[in-house]
């Protein structure tokens, strides 16, 4: 049985980096939800890596979506970070996250992508 999400937040290069593993449902998306609002404080460029998350279901896809607006409205902007190989890769790509997302492979692509990024 794998444990549900556990996010650690590091800071690389000026951007916030939300590394989530485990799995998120219902159960524990809302909390993991205020976790990467506050650790964006105010706008900050906020990287979620996905890349070692087991499960992801609707609920993670909502509040992945709700996370992104809030951020964006306090002026900030967030990537995925989700790798070739990741689990959860194909259910963001049947939702269309990378429509609505920009998202890397690497960590380092995506901080990378937030310095190249034209001011809003």
Excluded: C, F
Aim: charged content about 20%; overall charge negative.
């Amino acid at each position: 049985m794998t444990e549900l999400a556990s996010l650690e937040v590091t800071q690389r290069d000026g951007a916030i980096v939300g590394r989530l593993s485990g799995e998120i449902d219902l159960s524990n998306a809302a909390a993991l939800e205020e976790s990467l609002i506050r650790a964006a404080d105010g706008g900050a460029a906020l990287v979620v890596d996905l890349s070692s998350l087991s499960y992801m279901d609707s609920a993670g896809i909502a509040m992945l979506q709700r996370v992104s607006q809030a951020v964006g409205a306090a002026g900030g902007s967030v990537r995925l970070v989700v790798g070739p190989e990741a689990k959860v890769r194909r259910v963001l790509m049947i939702a269309r996250m990378d429509v609505l997302l920009p998202m890397h492979d690497q960590v380092s692509d995506a901080v990378r992508g937030l310095e190249l990024a034209p001011d809003p």
